[in-house]
């Protein structure tokens, strides 16, 4: 827990723009909330991967949302339930489900259906609001802690520039 923790923070104190950083968020939100074994979560991680948001972010986010999952799994069961039960909608399910390709999103599972559903709806504003919580992170946060003698002083050490050498190395 404490790694995700660090590698959370080294993202947020990366060079890396604040849109990379709240796409990485936004798509790990998707992952987490929903069921691991589906349709949905292989394109998201393909979407992650080309998109070439902040890994570290994005894995760091899928193992939050991922326990936050667990424990809205009852809403998203009873959200699920709801639309597959609902009458309008039922040709809609039964026509999605004569597709093999759309078995395999296991949208006929009330959780993946509730989950997905919850998360899609959540997309946009998680998106626009892990960028702002990164912009003000960076700009108030970051600054603040910059500013004590400690923090100087570690900036300042041998250790640190060995610590900064090699992880540019470890980057390239």
Do not use: D
Not at 107 to 131: K, N, R, Y
């Amino acid at each position: 827990m404490l790694t995700l923790l660090a590698k959370l923070l080294k993202a947020l104190n990366s060079e890396s723009s604040p849109r990379q950083i709240a796409l990485a968020i936004a798509l790990a939100m998707i992952i987490g909330l929903t069921p691991t074994l589906s349709l949905h979560n292989l394109l998201v991680l393909l979407i992650a991967f080309v998109l070439r948001v902040n890994l570290s972010a994005f894995f760091a986010a899928v193992a939050a949302f991922s326990l936050l999952g667990l424990g809205l799994s009852a809403i998203f069961a009873s959200v699920g339930e709801s639309l597959l039960t609902h009458a309008n909608l039922s040709e809609f399910w039964q026509g999605l489900y004569q597709f093999e390709l759309l078995k395999l999103a296991h949208f006929h599972h009330t959780l993946t259906l509730g989950a997905f559903f919850c998360a899609l709806i959540s997309f946009i504003p998680m998106l626009f609001l892990s960028q702002y919580l990164v912009i003000r992170y960076r700009h108030h946060l970051k600054t603040f802690t910059e500013r004590f003698k400690i923090v100087q002083a570690l900036k300042a050490s041998k250790f640190y520039r060995l610590y900064l050498n090699l992880s540019n190395k470890g980057a390239v």
